[in-house]
């Protein structure tokens, strides 16, 4: 079965610092992947998709980016985090593939992150 | 830009009443799906609605789609205290990118 592995679970950061949020994914191959962010009581936002080996697309302009060094490895990076990157960072995979609409999210646990 | 939207922003109910939660849209969909949260953790896909489809069961779930209104409802029925979670709905947009409303807080109180 296809696991998805994401941490750490929480993390507290100093604002100037750098950032490297790891995910990967079991069980699976060739799978999109994703990082939504998700702000206290609030909706998802996405932020970087990638449909495969160092492919990403940037969904909102901001201090973060994203890398796909492995099939199954997404990270997530920072060079100087900023207060307003606080949140709940969730990694997700799907199966690939524009003729597969219908393939759902699966969700890793998330990773708190409280930049002060 | 959130293109599924919930109603309402929060929900508390009675163990063993029904639970609806609505979502409506702004373009056209492929498919609308809902996920629940629990608290701190990651969402779990619970039912996928196609854009041909009405009515879809699973368990204790019932969705409808209405795609003349845009719109579609998540029914729990017989709610029990563990249902207490987010609810979110998301639209599959072209290009694999899911967009998900900002969702509805259920609490079931026993």
């Known amino acids: 079965s296809q696991t998805i592995h994401q941490w750490p679970a929480t993390l507290v950061q100093p604002v100037g610092s750098p950032l490297s949020l790891e995910c990967t994914v079991e069980g699976t191959s060739n799978p999109n992947l994703y990082w939504y962010r998700q702000a206290a009581g609030r909706g998802l936002q996405l932020l970087f998709y990638?449909?495969?080996?160092?492919?990403i697309s940037s969904e909102v302009p901001q201090n973060l980016s994203a890398s796909r060094p492995q099939d199954r490895q997404f990270i997530l990076s920072s060079k100087k985090l900023l207060l307003s990157d606080s949140g709940f960072y969730l990694c997700a995979w799907s199966v690939r593939g524009e003729t597969n609409p219908f393939s759902p999210l699966h969700f890793g646990n998330g990773t708190r992150l409280t930049v002060t | 830009s959130q293109q599924g939207e919930e109603d309402p922003q929060a929900l508390s109910i009675q163990e063993g009443e029904n639970a609806t939660m609505n979502c409506s849209y702004k373009t056209s969909i492929n498919n609308l799906q809902w996920y629940r949260q629990n608290s701190g953790r990651g969402l779990v896909h619970l039912i996928l609605i196609r854009s041909n489809e009405r009515e879809k069961h699973s368990g204790r779930l019932r969705v409808t789609l209405d795609t003349s209104k845009k719109s579609s409802s998540l029914l729990i029925t017989a709610s029990r205290a563990a249902d207490t979670a987010s609810y979110f709905c998301a639209k599959r947009e072209y290009g694999n990118k899911l967009v998900f409303g900002a969702g509805t807080i259920l609490r079931v109180k026993s």
């Open positions: 990638s449909v495969g080996i160092g492919q």
